[in-house]
Nanobody
Framework: QVQLAESGGGLVQAGGSLRLFCEAS????????MAWFRQAPGKEREFVAA????????YYDDSVKGRFAISRDNAKQTVSLLMNNLKSEDTAVYYC??????????????????WGQGTQVTVSS
């Protein structure tokens, strides 16, 4: 059974940092691209960052570029999202996802077939 489990969310003050983790099980992790999406109350789920299966290329939404960093460890079957200089607008539930994407679709949620349950990130101003 394919599973993704996020952890590391919490409450942080604006300007602070958090690192989110996602642990994968039940499939060959290194065969899949991985991504983080987020969904704020009353808003649609949006792309945050993605990383190719070999870890060689990463992609970011403009709103987090320069502040967030995605990385993966294929041996440990984990992907993480380091979030620096957090802002109140970063408050959302963050979801880890796995899939196979081409460059033109890597920012689309439809490219990902497996999702975690999400972890809440709250940034207080």
């Amino acid at each position: 059974q394919v599973q993704l489990a996020e952890s590391g969310g919490g409450l942080v003050q604006a300007g602070g940092s958090l690192r989110l983790f996602c642990e994968a099980s039940g499939y060959n992790f290194r065969n899949y691209d991985m991504a983080w999406f987020r969904q704020a109350p009353g808003k649609e789920r949006e792309f945050v960052a993605a990383i190719r299966r070999n870890g060689g290329t990463s992609y970011y939404d403009d709103s987090v570029k320069g502040r967030f960093a995605i990385s993966r460890d294929n041996a440990k079957q984990t992907v993480s999202l380091l979030m620096n200089n957090l802002k109140s607008e970063d408050t959302a539930v963050y979801y880890c996802s796995a899939g196979s994407a081409i460059t033109s679709t890597i920012r689309r949620s439809s490219a990902y077939t497996t999702w975690g349950q999400g972890t809440q990130v709250t940034v207080s101003s």
